[in-house]
C-alpha cells in the first residue's frame, strides 16, 4: 500500500475540532495523485496522451474522525483492472494502527479526445501493482434514487468547482451535497455514484429525500433535463 503521513490541520476540521469529511475525501483524492504521480503516471503522463481518469463511484466508511492536530497516515492500493475500469481501495489510520476511515472507489479510464473508454496501456498496468481487496461491507455501484424529493434552488458550476480535467471535481460534487443535509448529522458512510460531467456554467437542480428513520439522506444533483450528474447518499444519525 502506498502511504504518506499527515498532521490534521486547523483548516481540515469543523466546529467540533475534527475533521471533516470532505477533508478526508481530500486526503484520499490527494493520496491517489501522489502515487500516480510518484510512479510516472500523473496528470502530465495522461495530458500527453489525452487520457484521464474519471470517478464512477465513492465508498466511504468513517469509525472516526480525527482530532485537530493528531497524527494519521493515509493509505491507497489498487487491486483489480477490469477493461477500462480501475479500483482502488483508501485507509487512514493512526500512528499506533487504529482504523479511522476507509473506502472503496471505482475509475474509468477515458479518451478525453473522443470521450469514449480506454484501455489501460501495459506500462500503466505494470506501474500499478495491486494488492489484496480491504476487508470492508462493499456496497453496490449503483444507487437507488428514492421517489419524490424535495427540490431546491438551482446553483451554477463555477471555476472554483473545477479540477485540471476542466470539469466539476467529484469532491465538490460532495461538497454540494453536503449542503442539504443537518448540521447535525453524524455522517458513519457516504457513497457517490458519477454519472454525467459537470461543466463550467452547468445549471444544478439539487432533490433531497430522507428516509422516515432520518438516518439516510440522498441528494440528486441533476440537470435542468432530470438527468443526474451525480447521486450522493449519507447515512448517519443525528447528534443532540
Not at 491507497?76 to 487512514?92: C, D, I, Q, V, W
Not at 471505482?106 to 476487508?135: C, F, R
Not at 432533490?207 to 449519507?234: H, K, M, N, R
Amino acid at each position: 500500500m502506498y502511504t504518506f503521513q499527515s498532521r490534521i490541520r486547523y483548516s481540515e476540521v469543523g466546529t467540533d475540532g475534527k475533521l471533516t469529511l470532505n477533508s478526508l475525501l481530500d486526503y484520499f483524492q490527494d493520496c491517489s495523485t501522489f502515487h500516480s504521480e510518484d510512479i510516472g503516471l500523473g496528470v502530465d503522463y495522461l495530458k500527453e496522451r489525452n487520457m484521464a481518469w474519471l470517478l464512477s463511484s465513492w465508498q466511504i466508511v468513517v469509525e472516526r474522525y480525527p482530532n485537530l492536530c493528531e497524527n494519521v497516515i493515509i493509505g491507497t492500493s489498487p487491486y483489480e483492472f477490469k477493461a477500462f475500469m480501475g479500483y482502488r481501495n483508501f485507509l487512514m489510520q493512526t500512528e499506533s494502527g487504529e482504523r479511522l476511515a476507509y473506502a472503496n472507489s471505482i475509475w474509468s479510464l477515458m479518451d478525453m479526445k473522443k470521450m469514449i473508454p480506454a484501455k489501460p496501456p501495459k506500462e500503466m498496468v505494470e506501474g500499478y501493482v495491486l494488492s489484496e481487496k480491504l476487508p470492508m461491507d462493499y456496497a453496490p455501484r449503483k444507487i437507488t434514487i428514492p421517489e419524490g424529493g424535495i427540490q431546491n434552488e438551482a446553483v451554477q458550476v463555477g471555476v472554483h468547482n473545477l479540477d485540471t480535467n476542466g470539469h466539476m471535481n467529484n469532491g465538490q460534487h460532495v461538497r454540494m451535497a453536503m449542503q442539504y443535509i443537518p448540521k447535525n448529522f453524524h455522517i458513519t458512510q457516504m457513497r457517490a455514484e458519477y454519472k454525467k460531467q459537470a461543466l463550467l456554467g452547468d445549471v444544478i437542480i439539487p432533490v433531497v429525500s430522507i428516509d422516515e428513520q432520518e438516518t439516510l439522506y440522498t441528494v440528486v444533483l441533476g440537470a435542468e433535463s432530470g438527468t443526474p450528474y451525480s447521486i450522493v447518499e449519507f447515512t448517519g444519525k443525528k447528534e443532540t
